[in-house]
């Protein structure tokens, strides 16, 4: 279940691109908001930070053997961009990713989400923004193998409302959710099971998932890394094509130049530390 | 949602978590099976022995009465009002029992119980006990020329019996008369002609003389004591009839005790039916025993426990047999003592008219009705002044719903022990309150022993969940990645469980209750299979396994084995719950 957290005075607002369900408040931390969207026409504010991280370190392993991942990466993301974060394997990229959706802690650093900090939010808000902001998609898909593709793109809605909330709107969801599969061209293959389907079949399934609880941030780990250039090429056609239609910001980590080069910034990771921009 | 709708997926396609749980649905299975067997036998049990014993009674020693029995009953009715439904006065004492098998005397002890006809059968469930149809539904003394069930127990009974074995019996005797005349001739005879053969010198005739070549056979030294002959073929006492039966003959002068009572009895010489009584025709008075026609005559009538007279006996080929050593329309003697300052023992003969069959072994065994003012009569219990009776037991039976116990306090309170010392007043339950409460110590252990084996079957469930876990760990990944709360994970793992725990637990009910259903038929054909005999009648003196299903029982079996079920899976939920996401999504 989805937690709803309370509205309390002195929260803010924080999501210049509100969606009308968003219920998300989140203490202020930082500074009040710049813009406010109230509900009204989306506002697309030229090079408005979404993401920032601030000297970011984060280490695996136990203290004898500490291994250093990222090692102080400062670096902002932009509202609408599609950035590309690449580098060697080890580079630390995936776990910044995973820093970014909040799916792990960063051991010292921040980072901030629409100029609140989330890195140290209590764990259900982490799980409210993932669920609600964040849309993510996989190197290895990670769809629920017990669930046809239209549950699984259905997931992500189940996971935010309770059961009767849920079967009050669903309806709604069922039909976005056939939306979103038809505009990744799996109009055809609702009831699959994803041992059913092509690699790339999957991970438009993924995308479509990250999609239904319209995301402002797509977060992209590798999504062509486990395709074939055929395949690759489709998922990345997707996204570009998504990211005009839905207004995301798309952030996407690959080691592939070639991938790279379609996106608006590129970001290298060298090391565990931006090398650049 | 995702987690009635992941738990409900996870049923339908993880077929080993099915197999760990068959160990709960045995185990509740088994659980309804051996409690429903057990209610029905408690239950079984609890109906015959609160039939015979009343609701609450009033009870004295052995030796000890309750005088004026209706004025206490005219108290109880004042003192418990609308609650009392009937009370009778029993006298209730020990006392034996004897009478011939095949020529041998069987004595045994019964517990000898003096029943007022009217009101007895109102208070206990006796006469539906009866074996005779005409006496379950007008009861009486009287032995009856038909209506003694063949299912209870097989064979001849009643007065039709009764008239064939008189009439054998009397054959039998002409026989007896007719050889002694013919040997009495024989006698003479030989007497007649004895003295031309006795040596004239010694006049000793016992010595056997040969005479002109002829060998005489020898003759006794005396010539035969009648009585003591006829005394000592009595003690025989076993003759073939014409149809080969063994029959007997019942009177058996060797009992000093019932000569002793013969010759005390006021009423005339009641001495007991034989013809071979040699002194007979020297009784001057004709007595009422004299007019007694056993042909058209019964003794006092008395009713055993079926158990004292049947046998099971297995024939060769291995079918269980009823052996009877008394039937209704034989007579029987009842040995017992006085009451009061000096107890002497008296003695009744009696007819058996009715056997009683409660299926209580235990009284069947041991039980005999007599006619309460015969037993008063003869225990001395009756005031020579005023002819009333007094009592040893009242019976109460109350309305059904009246707090047993509650009435019993009353009733201590009204006849206080420090006033009537004698006087033990107690529930039915409180009389078998050791029995009943062994059986139910009986059944908890084997409900905590069976709860055992559903736990057993709860650590089933714990590794198969962990394995579950262990084996989803990426799909708890991505829950989690797709904003799933730990909780929440952690609720699907439970809800699991306890799907797995109802389904389990409900095809368990459903086939204990299938079980219990057909249970005889279950032990019969377990029996053609094995050759073995499951439940044996002549052990249990039941014909079928009875059964007893309560629903209450029911619900708690299931409400546990489905907590067990949910306690077994919340290790594995818990650990799904703490997984952190990143290293969920890394394990490939």
């Known amino acids: ?93 995936s776990t910044l990713l995973h820093l970014l959706g909040t799916l792990d802690a960063p051991d010292s650093g921040e980072i901030y989400y629409r100029e609140q900090r989330i890195d140290n939010l209590p764990s259900r808000h982490k799980e409210h923004l993932r669920n609600r902001q964040f849309g993510m998609i996989f190197q290895f898909y990670h769809l629920l193998p017990e669930l046809t593709t239209l549950e699984n ?56 998932r990250s999609l239904i609880s319209d995301p402002s941030v797509l977060l992209a780990d590798e999504p062509t890394g486990n395709l074939d250039s055929e395949n690759g090429r489709e998922v990345m056609d997707t996204l570009t094509a998504l990211r005009k239609n839905e207004n995301l910001t798309v952030i996407m980590v690959t080691h592939d130049d070639s991938l790279a080069s379609k996106a608006d910034r590129v970001i290298q990771l060298v090391n565990g530390k931006v090398a650049g921009i | 949602m995702y987690k009635l709708l992941l738990s409900w997926r996870y049923l339908k396609t993880r077929f080993i978590a099915l197999a760990s749980i068959v160990s709960v649905t045995l185990g509740v299975a088994t659980l309804i099976v051996v409690n429903s067997v057990m209610a029905g036998f408690v239950d079984q049990m609890k109906n015959r022995l609160h039939g015979i014993l009343s609701d609450v009674e009033i009870s004295t020693q052995m030796f000890s009465e309750i005088p004026h029995p209706e004025r206490h009953v005219e108290i109880i009715k004042d003192l418990l009002g ?5 009370a009778t006065c029993v006298v209730r004492t020990p006392a034996l029992l004897s009478f011939d098998v095949r020529g041998r005397q069987w004595t045994q002890q019964v517990m000898l119980l003096g029943i007022d006809d009217a009101t007895f059968g109102k208070v206990t469930d006796f006469e539906p006990y009866l074996t005779n ?20 127990f097989k064979g001849d009974a009643g007065w ?98 019932v000569k002793h009572h013969q010759q005390q009895t006021e009423e005339g010489v009641i001495h007991r039916f034989s013809p071979f009584d040699p002194h007979a025709q020297y009784r001057p008075e004709i007595s009422k ?31 269980i047999q009823d052996v009877y050593l008394i039937r209704p329309g034989d007579d029987a003697n009842i040995m017992l003592t006085t009451i009061g300052d000096s107890p002497t023992p008296v003695i009744e003969n009696c007819t058996v008219v009715d056997f009683y069959s409660s299926n209580m072994h235990e009284y069947d065994s041991s039980f005999a009705f007599l006619p309460l003012a015969s037993l008063q009569k003869l225990r001395g219990m009756v005031d020579p002044l005023t002819g ?23 009733l201590i309170a009204q006849f206080p022990p420090t006033y009537f010392p004698e006087y033990d007043i107690r529930t039915w339950q409180d009389t078998q309150r050791p029995l009943l409460s062994a059986v139910k110590m009986e059944l908890t252990i084997l409900n905590i022993l069976l709860f055992l084996i559903i736990a057993v079957a709860g650590f089933g ?128």
Do not use: C
């Open chain 2, 289 to 319: 025993e004299e007019l007694f026609d056993p042909m058209r005559d019964q003794r006092t009538g008395i009713i055993l426990g079926l158990a004292i007279s049947e046998r099971k006996a297995e024939t060769p080929t291995g079918e």
């Open chain 1, 1 to 93: 279940m989805s937690d709803v957290a309370q509205s309390q005075p002195g929260q803010l607002e924080p999501n210049t691109l509100a969606k009308p369900d968003v219920r998300i408040r989140i203490k202020a931390q930082a500074s009040p908001a710049t813009t406010n969207g109230g509900g009204g026409t989306p506002l697309r504010i030229a090079n408005s930070s979404v993401m920032s991280v601030k000297s970011l370190y984060k280490s695996y392993g136990k203290a004898s053997v500490k291994v250093p991942v990222l090692k102080g990466v400062d670096l902002e993301i932009f509202e609408g961009d599609f950035t590309a974060i690449i580098g060697q394997s080890g580079s630390g990229k």
């Open chain 2, 82 to 86: 609308d609650e009392l439904e009937n």
């Open chain 1, 153 to 208: 793109v259905l997931i992500p809605r189940m996971v935010q409302d309770g059961f009767f909330r849920y079967m009050k709107n669903k309806r709604g969801y069922r039909k976005r959710a056939i939306e979103l599969l038809e505009m990744v061209g799996l109009g055809h293959r609702l009831t699959h099971k994803p041992n059913q389907l092509s690699g790339g079949e999957m991970q438009r399934t993924a995308i479509a």
């Open chain 2, 160 to 257: 039709a019996y009764r008239r064939s074995r008189i009439e054998i019996q009397r054959r039998i005797e002409q026989n007896n008369r007719e050889y002694k005349q013919l040997y009495d001739n024989a006698a003479a005879a030989y007497l007649d002609s004895a003295p031309s053969l006795v040596d004239a010198e010694t006049n000793d005739q016992a010595t056997p003389k040969q005479v002109a070549g002829i060998q005489f056979a020898p003759l006794p030294d005396q010539l035969p004591d009648i009585e003591s002959e006829f005394a000592a073929d009595d003690s025989a006492g076993e003759w073939q009839n014409d149809s080969g039966d063994k029959i007997t003959e019942g009177y058996n002068p060797s009992d000093s005790l």
């Open chain 2, 133 to 152: 149809e005409i006496k379950q539904t007008r009861f009486s003394f009287d032995l009856e020329e038909s209506g003694y069930s063949q299912k209870k």
């Open chain 2, 388 to 410: 009333d009776g007094s009592v040893s037991t009242i019976q109460i039976k109350l309305k059904p719903g009246a707090d047993l116990d509650a009435v019993r306090d009353k």
């Open chain 2, 461 to 588: 469930i714990l590794a198969t969940f962990y394995m579950i876990v262990v084996e989803k760990t990426k799909d708890i990944g991505i829950l989690k990645a797709l904003g799933a709360p730990s909780r929440g994970v952690m609720s699907i793992f439970l809800g699991y469980g306890m799907s797995l725990g109802t389904v389990g637990t409900g095809t368990g009910i459903l086939i204990g209750l299938l079980f219990v259903r057909h249970i005889n038929e279950i032990a019969d054909g377990v029996a053609w299979l094995t050759g073995q005999e499951v439940f044996d009648a002549t052990i249990y003196y039941f014909s079928e396994i009875p059964t007893s299903i309560n629903p209450g029982t029911i619900f708690w079996v299931g409400i546990g084995a489905i907590a067990i079920a949910v306690l077994a899976s919340v290790l594995p939920a818990l650990r799904a719950a703490r997984l952190h996401p990143v290293e969920a999504l890394r394990y490939e």
